[in-house]
């Protein structure tokens, strides 16, 4: 697939309040992007069980987060 072609078949990204995503005690979860943290910085972070960390390995506290889609790349 031609990257024009993989842009045009993106799902909008859907922000939510980070208090309404599915994370649960010991279950870790998909990529997302979170903002603004502490440093008032975006990030790609997950949850990892515990918390969530960015692609750093540093701490997060985000208030907002929106799922990042899979991509199909074949």
């Known amino acids: 697939m ?4 993989l842009v045009k078949t993106l799902p909008l990204l859907k922000f939510a309040p980070v208090a309404e995503a599915p994370t649960e005690p010991g279950k ?4 997302c992007i979170v903002a603004p943290g ?3 910085l975006w990030a790609v972070a ?3 069980g515990e918390g969530w ?3 750093d390995g ?6 907002i ?3 990042l889609p899979q991509i199909d790349l074949c």
């Open 2 to 5: 031609a990257p024009k072609d």
């Open 28 to 31: 870790e979860s998909g990529w």
């Open 38 to 40: 502490g440093d008032h």
């Open 46 to 48: 997950h949850w990892n």
């Open 53 to 55: 960390f960015a692609t």
């Open 58 to 63: 540093l701490p997060r506290e985000p208030l």
């Open 65 to 67: 987060w929106a799922l």
